[in-house]
């Protein structure tokens, strides 16, 4: 694994922990479990490509799930 590898996985889970908090906090589904997901999916992916690639896919749902769960 190398230093972006580590860097990113970090900075996804991070904002995997942020989402899953505000949507236990708030009751929605969406944010709880992509967060969730954002926080353990970098367990499962050995590639700094893949872990970009499957966090910005991540990050998109949770935009949009969020938006259409709250009704913005």
Known sequence: MDSVWLIAAGLFSIVGMAAFV???RQRLLV???VGLALMIYPYF???TLGVVGV???LLGALVL???AESGI
Request: proline content about 7%; glycine content about 26%.
């Open 22 to 24: 505000y949507g236990r």
């Open 31 to 33: 944010p709880t479990l």
């Open 45 to 47: 992916v050995g590639s």
């Open 55 to 57: 966090g910005a896919i």
């Open 65 to 67: 799930g969020t938006r």
